[in-house]
């Protein structure tokens, strides 16, 4: 295998290195690291035809490589094989200001692409909070922060290049802003993590960046009042653009971390986007929405420094417990009717305390969905099995409410248990494509489905 | 098959009347009427479990058929066998306003719905024109006037409930108002015009009735600078609720029709609709915008009967055309990118001139679809092949501008021939999804391929 894929594609795009391996071997999950027998670094939409078709007859798993920062394993060569490496396709391809759409190669990160089409006063939204590449994003359907007003990766592809398992090129969508013509591939391959076929480019929508932002904050007693509260300000209509629980364990952590002094109370984080009168509007009915509802240290930011400093306790929150020494962290991602979130957030919380483990409660909570993250000594098999029960009593749990196991990160690895629960009969139809579409199994197998 | 279907059903729910057989050969559009042997009317899951199983045991067609409002044949048996009337399906399931969420059987229409939730506040805006039923809405991806602020039926579908051909029943979502887990078969089966399953639920998200709507109207000198105008206010990032073309042609048979005097020039009508200030602001906002851009007659109305005077000519032009004696429409549904729209437009209106047909050109421009409809006689074959090759032209060239033949009618019969060219392989894979989903061919054969 290694001699036909150097002479299909040159020395220079295939690595055994040791170091190379050992990075495509992981992603910033807690799943085990596996290494690929090879990477292959692909400069353009005929390298990755060649790979799979190579792949193809020898029946050699290819799992899709980013910028590893996914969640679920989704990166995780667990069958071994090829680990195709996408920095070397990370181009604009077309850009059209004028229709709100930008045609990019998937190596590209969130990132750069902005850095590519702010200056002509245009943004892509979506962010994950990970500098994530493009084409991990629709992979696993991510969204973030901002999904309560623009919604997730699915809802900003308009088109995608992809290379079917036999090598076949195929476009899923078109360049027109909605359409009714034949089957929808766009969604389709959207959140398919790689296992339909590989994607080599992605057009997406763009949208106006807002003329003024303002942050604010605000606290309540309990994390369920939180969620009430979030359901408060989305039954009014009003379109913030990102509006986000934090629990009181997680400003703790925060505080000591980086020597902050927030109120370590269970908070909302809003902000909001847009035209100056009518965010303006916005942040003063929204600030009246919550004192009604009895919070407390309502807090306003109007200049990007004042909003950074703000919203400090929501960014560096991650960042906050994975510094805890001897620890990993492993969480849930559930996503419920919003009726049903506080109900949710206090049963999160709740476990959180049963557990005994340091963890923190927090999420877009305009969206109905939320995290856990629970902290373990992975050699330290009651904790292991303590985080483990915590994330499948949420996942459960959260199917049982009609919600899913996951908003965000995908099913990788940790979701396939509750594939079944989750769909019934209409895995088996999921599968089946999955045949239909990979008949030998090469791509990235072992996602989603066991 | 009769004996069968009664056996299973009861006589009270299948029908062989030469009346229903009439109605259920037909919709809409000009497309032969063909009657079905049998109309069925289902009052729950099973007994459609039960019709799809004797269909697939003795491998009859099964055509759905909702409300008979569709554009493109969907719902006319072309294969005979069995129409699948869901009059007797149009309860509500499941409301939940505090999630802004409805599960409703797919028999209930558009005004049905609406008037159910519209008393707590909430509205479903999506508004193709005619009552449709909310199954065959999902069925085409229907979309319409308001697509421009809440997209289409596919990014309002949170769950289907779908009868599969062989019996098994499936959902394709769940409550949570995103997800990333599995495949998306919820965008899959919505646009799939009842040839991959049988829609039985449908869980749809509602929104707030906005507190206030302003109507506007003005006119340009050419139907490209109403395309351009409409450009403009996208660019400007204002929310339009609607934003519709009318040419003047158009104009002039509504006058024709309904004795009205408006002006008859190439119209832009909006509304605005959201809190009071903000709409205000928008409205103020866009007059400011196309009187800048040299518009003429820009009018306002804020109540609801000046609103319903000023919108006339949109709303009653397709009526208008259908009354021309001796002629039946036809009609394109292209969509492109929108830096194409105004070149479009312009052939679009000059193909009409060139065919010499009546016909106006009209649409959701802020979506980049656009309608022309034109009149001709249907027993005079030059006029009959003058109103084919004007459709073909224009979805030809949508599609060679990076759009689609059909942005919100579905392809259904008349755009089958398009859908080579538009989708280029991706067509085989949906044809193999096709047959893996439907290996007999019984789900409403003969619709989107040939």
Redesign the interface.
């Known amino acids: 295998m290694k001699e036909e894929l150097i002479e299909s594609l040159g020395k220079a795009k295939v690595s055994q290195s040791e170091s190379e391996r050992y990075r495509h071997s992981r992603d910033e999950s807690s799943h085990p690291f596996i290494e690929p027998d090879f990477v292959v670094f692909p400069e353009n939409v005929e390298d990755v035809v060649k790979v799979l078709r190579l792949a193809n007859e020898h029946v050699v798993p290819v799992t899709p490589y980013g910028a590893g920062s996914g969640l679920e394993g989704q990166a995780i060569p667990i069958n071994k094989g090829i680990s195709l490496n996408f920095d070397r396709m990370n181009k604009v391809i077309e850009f059209?200001p004028?229709?709100?759409?930008i045609t990019v190669e998937p190596g590209i990160t969130r990132l750069q692409l902005n850095e590519y089409v702010n200056k002509h006063g245009l943004y892509f939204p979506i962010d994950p909070g990970a500098d994530a590449s493009i084409g991990g994003m629709v992979a696993?359907?991510?969204?973030g922060t901002t999904?309560v007003r623009y919604?997730?990766m699915?809802?900003q592809v308009l088109d995608l290049e992809v290379v079917?398992a036999n090598g076949?090129?195929?476009?899923?969508g078109?360049?027109?802003?909605?359409?009714?013509?034949?089957?929808?591939?766009?969604?389709?391959i959207?959140?398919?993590e790689g296992t339909?076929g590989v994607i080599t480019k992605v057009t997406v929508k763009l949208?106006?960046i807002?003329e003024k932002v303002i942050a604010a904050r605000c606290t309540f007693q309990t994390p369920g009042e939180c969620a009430e509260a979030a359901?408060v300000v989305?039954?009014?209509?009003i379109q913030v653009l990102r509006m986000e629980l934090v629990d009181a364990e997680s400003i703790k952590q925060v505080n000591e971390y980086g020597n902050y002094s927030f109120p370590e109370e269970h908070s909302l984080f809003f902000e909001f986007a847009?035209?100056p009168?009518?965010v303006e509007?916005e942040a003063t009915v929204v600030e009246e929405l919550m004192k009604e509802l009895g919070c407390n240290n309502w807090e306003r930011a109007n200049s990007s420094k004042e909003r950074a400093d703000l919203w400090k306790a929501r960014h560096e929150m991650a960042y906050a417990f994975k510094h805890i020494k001897g620890k990993v962290s492993t969480g849930s991602?559930s996503?419920?009717?919003?009726?049903k979130l506080a109900e949710m957030v206090v049963f999160g919380r709740e476990l959180l305390e049963q557990s005994g483990l340091i963890g923190g409660v927090f999420g877009h909570v305009g969206?109905?969905?939320f995290h856990t993250i629970a902290m373990y000594d992975p050699n330290d098999p009651v904790e292991v099995e303590k985080a483990e029960y915590t994330n499948e009593q949420i996942a459960m749990k959260?199917?049982n409410l009609?919600?899913?196991?996951?908003?965000?990160?995908?099913?990788g690895l940790g979701?396939r248990k509750?594939?079944v629960t989750?769909?019934?009969?209409?895995?088996?139809?999921?599968k089946?494509?999955k045949t239909?579409?990979d008949p030998k199994g090469i791509l990235n197998p072992g996602k989603?489905f066991y």
């Open positions: 059209s004028e229709d709100l759409m696993t359907n991510a969204s999904a919604g997730s699915r809802d079917l076949t090129v195929i476009h899923t078109s360049k027109a802003k909605k359409s009714s013509s034949g089957y929808h591939l766009n969604g389709l959207t959140g398919s339909l949208h106006g807002p359901q989305l039954a009014s209509g847009g035209a009168n009518i509007e991602d996503c419920v009717p919003i009726s969206d109905g969905n959260a199917i009609g919600g899913t196991c996951t908003g965000e990160h995908g099913v979701k509750y594939q989750e769909h019934g009969d209409a895995l088996e139809l999921m089946s494509m239909l579409m989603i």
